[in-house]
């Protein structure tokens, strides 16, 4: 015990010694290369401040002393000559300076693209508003002026050359560096000190590797109940020479919910109760970790016939109380994944998930489960997918038009949302909307469809309509954009908006404001998919919009279902008393359109007439005629239909 206290020791003061020569060095090495620095940065400035001069020209600044004119353009030259020189010379500004009535102008100065692009470009004789004593002294001063300053610029070191024209006054030439890039050559000095210190100090290698094997069963064990960790199963795992092994996760369905009751003093005592209840019943050549706060891992070698986890995770009483003060009972789901050490882990906790959404205490990882995985990896890499359209613009809209039978023409086209993948293939928002939506990209989608409908009908009369959700009217932002937008559209009349009254309703205050905007610009709003969940008139009269557009599901099904007809019919009626636009979508056949006919739906919208295209076309494939009303036979199915451009 003695001799180990004494290793110790010695091992902590070698280590303190280690520590305190490195932290000299590198005290040292920066501050010498730190006035190394200082001096080329002094040398540069000067350099650059010098030059100034000789860019300008002598005759310059007798002109402007003089009170002679300089042109505008002669100004624009010399400012783009010293932004050229600045650029060539990393340096931050150039510039020079007059002094008139006790006040500092620019007399030429070089801007950068940041400048140009804030409207902070210095033109001539611009006030210097900010200058400071040493700026002013140096038009009474012989010598280079040096000071680090601040301005609307930036954080700067600055040097003041004064020189006299040929008339005798003063004008100075200076030249501005930033902190920030000295401060980064000073921080780059420090790491290759700290480098080169790591390499002469020999003994780090030493005193690392016996700190790291005194510490590495600390990392490596919970401290809370005293079980190996996280860190232990994966070194376990990488090292084990089994390459076929069976791995369960436990979740502890309860825990999160026990420590904000009780704490996380008594979330622990739970954890380790249970780690001690499998670890006495684990098969002998099993191991047994604390994953996470919530969770357990037994691992053993890969047997078809072992069923040992499975009976001792489904033995647990869950109606005998873990702990008794207090009372605690908790409830498991388990995950088990047999195999490839390499997927084990990430195989069992897609099983623990199913089981815990199936409400089931043991999932075993099957083809079932692996079909979820291929969906996980599947919707990381579209999501991958839709960012990048988003970047690249591949996300267009597409037209499809919308037919009234009552004049026989295109009254409208709705504008649908479609992805062009990096192959050139085009998906439909049944392929990546939901990824949309669950990466928190719907108001992209929608200010992106938006941006390019305002730009393709803004010159044309052509009627057109967008989704919208509620989520696009909550965002204060999309609001703003979108309200913008219709201040300079010429004809805002000829814009339809549909959203969905399930999300209208939810956020009906909101949504009622956002109608109210829109139509106040003479923008129409239509409720989408009417007929689901429990639509009803009254929250049309409610939200007060121009019209509904009937739900696909019902419009299929008006020639098969009585009672839809006798629904579809009745909501005809009454939007025609309320004096409500009514549009069927998904229009498929012939019999569907005698059906809508019969109900006295007149506009129309599906592949009957017209599939979805990238430009707009003013032909249908099938138009309602006289004769066509009175008979004729049974069209073919819109699959077989071409998109006619």
Known sequence: MIKGSIRTKWIMAGFVVFVISLLAYVYYTYHSTRNDIMQSVDTRLLNAALSVKHILGDDYHRQLNAGLHVSRSEYQQKSRQLSEFANTLDIAYVYAMIL????????????????????KVTQLLDLYPEATDANKGAFYSTEPIFEISKDQWGHFKTIFIPFVDSNGVTYITGADITIYDLNQRLQLSASKAAAMASFFFFIALLVAGIYIFLL?????TDSASGFANHIALEYFIKKSPLHHMQLAVIWVNEIEDINSFYGTEVGDR????????????????SRIFRLATNKIVLLTSFDDNNNSFVNIIEEYNCSTPLLTNPFIYITLCAGIANGNKSMLLENAHIAALQAKQGRHTVVNYSKALHDVKSQYQYNVEMAKEVREAFEN?????YFQAIYDSTHNKIIQYECLARMITCQGEILKPDAFLNVVNRSRMDGMLTRSMLTQCFERFRKTSICWSINITAQDMLDPGLSEFLEGELKRYPQPRNITL???ETEAIANFSEVKAFIAMVRQRGVKVFIDDFGTGYSNISNVLKLEVDGIKLDGTLIRQIIHDKDIYLYIEHIASFSKQLNLQLIAEWVENK??????????????QGYYFAEPAPQISSRLKKTITAQSLIGGSAESSPNTFSQTE
């Open 393 to 397: 613009n591949r996300i267009v809209p």
């Open 591 to 604: 019999a569907i359109v005698d059906a809508l006919l019969k109900a006295n739906v007149t506009l129309m």
């Open 498 to 500: 549909e959203l969905l």
């Open 100 to 119: 008139k009535d006790g006040q500092v102008h620019f007399s030429a100065s070089s801007y950068t693209q940041k400048d140009q692009n804030t409207g």
């Open 270 to 285: 739970v954890m380790k109760n249970l780690l001690e209840h499998f670890n006495k019943r684990r098969p002998t050549d």
């Open 216 to 220: 590495k069963r600390a990392i490596s």
